[in-house]
């Protein structure tokens, strides 16, 4: 009985896992498709279990508004629960990143305007 238990486990674990891979995949074939209602549909619950494509991917969802109400701070959320992957040194390294990007870019807004 016990032996049983200890195989089936495993087994569960494995079709649940299935389960959400197919899950994403349906999510990814509806995107690019433009279907972005059965691409939320899909994605949320896989993001909501640590998928970190389907996290990112609800990000760009609602930073453009395909499929929601276009939200930034829903965006922002969604990425930042994508990126929790990243050490300390890559958080760092990438709101240096973004500090530069966002200089750089007031820079050509200046000199646009002045235009």
Avoid at 43 to 69: D, W
């Amino acid at each position: 009985m016990m032996m049983r238990l200890l195989l089936t486990i495993p087994l569960l674990c494995l079709l649940l896992a299935t389960s959400a891979w197919a899950g994403l995949d349906e999510g990814m074939a509806a995107y690019k498709h433009g279907d972005y209602a059965a691409a939320l549909r899909e994605f949320r619950p896989i993001a909501e279990q640590g998928s970190a494509t389907a996290q990112y991917k609800l990000g760009v969802m609602y930073s453009t508004g395909q499929g929601v109400v276009q939200d930034y701070v829903l965006a922002h959320v969604w990425f930042n629960i994508a990126a929790k992957r990243m050490t300390p040194a890559d958080i760092s390294k990438a709101q240096r990143m973004a500090r530069e990007w966002v200089a750089k870019f007031e820079a050509r807004q200046k000199k646009t305007t002045k235009k």
